[in-house]
């Protein structure tokens, strides 16, 4: 199993009890940049100790948030290309049907695959709901304009014989020649994420990387999904457990105690993430009408279950011990952590990238290097080590 570390480079600063919206609406007034600059450096000091430690790297990106302060991922995976030495850099996401322009982002992810010589994981997100107004774009047939760019992407990259031109129904370019082309070839490995089965088709019947985020046991049908689809797809073989991805938060102490305490100070993510004002949370078109249908006729918004089928809503007030048990926190001893992942990789069917959560909110430094450095010395190992036995995706 791979581990990539991941954080969102929040801005905690700027968070104040009972504000309407963290997101879109907050006036940049509220940043300070002396203080982001201190955090940006100290977000990238912590992933270069990631890559001492033996993790590899997930990087996302977010608009007009105090959640995110990583506008431009590409400008981060540029500076860890050149100061990391052998983690992957994952990049999920980069919001392709947000993008006015993909052919930049063709030349943005070419430039990081070759300056880190290769170690470039390329991953295309939807984009959060809460992004369609600072992209000032339509939400009506995202995912159209998501798969042309993903199309011109790959084109663009694997076309070594001069310009090429693309005619599409969202994008047109007469001249595409990208310089550098990337160092992986045809082109870097393609990871894509998907919360529903719904989304999985696709994915699946290009042999891409899916991944799934903080989606519970959830991932269990998630995973079955893509398997079934690749067989449908003809493809050969049985996809394995690389094919697989999943984010939680994660907490790892000396003690229980500890390990449960970092678990919460991590689980503040959850805490902050949908505050946002009411008028951008769910734009029309966003998701299709059966998909609305379905979220009206479901669960309160932001449940979750447990293993056994207990919903729990994912409030202020929910306790460590509910998001150890719904699978979106693996929290305590590094003895108790390791067999929370094991227990789910084996449970939704062999999991063999985690995307470990390690820091969120105003987690301090001190803390996330303990949380960091403890996992890599007693967890890690061991993980890089198992086999999941894929038992329970036949």
């Not at 991805?245 to 229980?256: D, F, N, P, S």
């Amino acid at each position: 199993m791979r581990v990539y570390h991941f954080t969102e480079q929040p801005f905690p600063p700027a968070w104040k009890e009972g504000a309407e919206s963290l997101r879109v609406t907050m006036p940049n007034g509220e940043c300070d940049p002396a203080q982001a600059s201190d955090l940006y450096n100290r977000y990238l000091d912590e992933w270069v100790l990631a890559d001492e430690l033996g993790f590899d790297i997930m990087v996302n990106e977010h608009h007009a948030t105090s959640t995110c302060m990583t506008s431009a991922a590409s400008v981060i995976l540029g500076i860890l290309a050149r100061q990391t030495q052998r983690a992957r850099l994952l990049i999920l996401g980069m919001p392709l049907a947000n993008r006015p322009d993909p052919l930049r982002v063709v030349e943005e992810l070419s430039m990081v695959d070759v300056i880190s010589r290769g170690r470039l994981d390329m991953g295309f997100v939807k984009g959060v709901p809460f992004e369609i107004a600072p992209a000032n774009l339509n939400p009506v047939k995202m995912m159209d304009r998501f798969w042309e760019s993903h199309d011109l992407i790959l084109k663009a990259m694997t076309s070594h014989d001069g310009p090429i031109n693309w005619e599409g129904e969202y994008f047109h370019y007469r001249n595409v020649n990208v310089w550098p082309r990337p160092f992986q070839q045809p082109h870097p490995p393609v990871w894509i994420t998907a919360l529903s089965p719904s989304s999985v088709k696709p994915i699946a019947e290009r042999g891409y990387v899916l991944a799934t985020m903080l989606n519970g046991w959830g991932a269990k049908d998630l995973f079955a999904s893509y398997r079934q689809c690749w067989r449908a797809a003809d493809r050969p073989g049985t996809p394995g457990p690389d094919r697989f991805g999943y984010l939680a938060l994660v907490g790892c102490g000396e003690t229980e105690e500890e390990g449960r305490r970092r678990g919460d100070m991590v689980a503040s993510y959850l805490r902050t993430f949908g505050i946002v004002a009411p008028p951008f949370r769910t734009p029309p078109g966003y998701i299709s009408v059966d998909e609305y249908a379905g979220m009206l006729k479901g669960p309160p918004p932001r449940a979750t279950y447990t293993k056994d089928g207990r919903a729990v809503q994912i409030s202020p007030n929910v306790s460590v011990q509910e998001l150890i048990d719904t699978g979106l926190l693996f929290a305590g001893t590094p003895d108790q952590v390791y067999d929370q992942i094991i227990d789910f990789s084996e449970t939704v069917g062999g999991l063999g990238n985690l995307l470990m959560m390690g820091q969120a909110g105003d987690m301090s430094h001190k803390e996330t290097v303990g949380n960091l450095s403890l996992f890599a010395k007693e967890v890690l190992p061991r993980l890089k080590e198992y086999k999941p036995s894929m038992a329970s995706a036949a």
